[in-house]
């Protein structure tokens, strides 16, 4: 499995790998405490880059990794500079996948009647939605025109955007496991209520999460994740026609929850400003625990915090700007097609992003599970994501 598991992620860990090597060898040992074993070990460590950029070698990217998964929990040094600590970041990011591996054996030691019949599926990420770029700049115009703001210039636009002919919409890995649970399970199956992932959800997954209504238990919030970092991502999609529903509900469910969504954020884009929230952390390298005993029990402390209120008692935070945008759907006719509003939410909030108008934050958190029926990794979009047990 170990080995799969690096297949699977190399070209991250080709990103890391690569990080790694551009740096000094001196920033690397001064992230680390002088005179201790680990200075040898990030020694190895940079060496090991230089070769394997030149051989591409599996055993070299597998020692690199060890070796990050035994650094990652070092003292940290007295005094470093900006360099040491983002190297230092890096060798973290290189070895949470071993630490997430780890995490994953004792909680299969833990839960062994459980895990007896655990079955792993890879999940093929569905293809991107490609936007022309002239429809995104169309867009953003007729918004400024309509908040009376000025048009946009060119560099605004490709700042924004790029300077690409096309613009490439992926599927968030939460998606993908909803749609997989939904779409491609049998009736009778239990799928796994808690959706982990390496990152907090996006907005809109979260919103879409928390409203959607599963067609086995009829229960809105069925799904849960481990909360959301409140960033609206302007590039998202559900992929709906990627995968053909089974049942005709999935697709009603769907469109009710983004209709919801939809009607939700023209609502508050026509609230009073509030002062910004402060940005969150999306991810973070020392998220699984495997280590000592103070590390558990601070990570505990942790999720236990995060996970202090149900996903059906959403609190609303964040900053608004006071802007009406009138979209070319009715929003008092639930549409036949989920992609329909998938399409006026992407209007909306490609054009806001440019715009600077922030939508509203929703930062509930939820409660943790523990149960285990299935493994599913999603590819596409640089997420492990499997149910989370005791981790």
């Known amino acids: 499995m170990w080995i799969r598991?690096?297949?699977?992620?190399?070209?991250?860990?080709?990103?890391?790998?690569?990080?790694?090597?551009?740096?000094?060898?001196?920033?690397?040992?001064?992230?680390?405490?002088?005179?201790?074993e680990e200075i040898t070990s990030a020694r190895e460590l940079?060496?090991?880059?230089?070769?394997?950029?030149?051989?591409?070698?599996?055993?070299?990217?597998?020692?690199?990794?060890?070796?990050?998964?035994?650094?990652?929990?070092?003292?940290?040094?007295?005094?470093?500079?900006?360099r040491s600590m983002k190297v230092r970041r890096t060798i973290a990011?290189?070895?949470?996948?071993?630490?997430?591996?780890?995490?994953?054996?004792?909680?299969?030691?833990?839960?062994?009647?459980?895990?007896?019949?655990?079955?792993?599926?890879?999940?093929?990420?569905?293809?991107?939605?490609?936007?022309?770029?002239?429809?995104?700049?169309?867009?953003?115009?007729?918004l400024a025109k309509i908040n009376k703001l000025p048009?946009?210039?060119?560099?605004?636009?490709?700042?924004?955007?790029?300077?690409?002919?096309?613009?490439?919409?992926?599927?968030?890995?939460?998606?993908?496991?909803?749609?997989?649970?939904?779409?491609?399970?049998?009736?009778?199956?239990?799928?796994?209520?808690?959706?982990?992932?390496?990152?907090?959800?996006?907005?809109?997954?979260?919103?879409?999460?928390?409203?959607?209504?599963d067609v086995r238990t009829n229960t809105k919030g069925f799904y849960q994740t481990r909360g959301s970092h409140g960033q609206v991502c302007p590039r998202w999609r559900i992929a709906l026609d990627a995968i053909l529903p089974s049942d005709d509900r999935i697709s009603f469910n769907l469109s009710v929850a983004l209709k919801d969504i939809y009607e939700s954020m023209l609502e508050q884009l026509q609230g009073t400003r509030r002062p910004q929230?402060?940005?969150?952390?999306?991810?973070?390298?020392?998220?699984t625990v495997k280590g000592g005993a103070i590390r558990r029990q601070a990570l505990a402390k942790v999720r236990v915090a995060e996970s202090s209120l149900r996903s059906d008692n959403i609190k609303k935070e964040g900053s608004i700007k006071k802007t009406l945008i009138y979209m070319t759907i009715k929003t008092n006719a639930l549409a036949k097609n989920p992609l329909d509003y998938e399409s006026q939410i992407l209007r909306l909030i490609g054009a806001n992003t440019i715009l600077s108008v922030p939508v509203a934050e929703s930062l509930s958190r939820i409660n943790l599970r523990q149960s285990s029926m299935e493994?599913?990794?999603?590819?596409?979009?640089?997420?492990?994501a499997f149910p989370k047990t005791g981790a």
């Open 5 to 36: 598991l690096l297949k699977f992620y190399q070209q991250r860990l080709d990103l890391y790998a690569s990080q790694i090597e551009s740096s000094s060898e001196e920033d690397i040992t001064n992230a680390f405490l002088k005179g201790s």
């Open 277 to 287: 929230r402060q940005a969150e952390a999306q991810s973070s390298a020392n998220v």
């Open 93 to 142: 990011f290189l070895g949470r996948l071993r630490a997430a591996y780890e995490t994953f054996k004792d909680a299969a030691i833990e839960f062994g009647k459980t895990f007896r019949k655990l079955k792993i599926v890879c999940l093929q990420a569905p293809a991107a939605r490609h936007l022309t770029r002239s429809s995104m700049e169309r867009w953003t115009q007729e």
């Open 151 to 213: 048009q946009l210039k060119k560099k605004q636009l490709d700042d924004a955007w790029g300077k690409a002919a096309g613009i490439s919409i992926p599927c968030h890995a939460e998606i993908q496991l909803l749609l997989h649970f939904e779409c491609s399970l049998s009736p009778q199956s239990k799928p796994f209520r808690y959706l982990g992932c390496s990152k907090k959800s996006c907005w809109l997954c979260y919103q879409l999460i928390s409203r959607f209504k």
């Open 375 to 384: 493994i599913i990794l999603c590819t596409g979009v640089g997420m492990l």
């Open 46 to 82: 940079y060496s090991l880059s230089t070769q394997y950029r030149m051989t591409k070698s599996s055993s070299s990217i597998q020692r690199m990794v060890s070796i990050a998964y035994i650094l990652r929990y070092a003292a940290l040094p007295i005094t470093s500079n900006p």
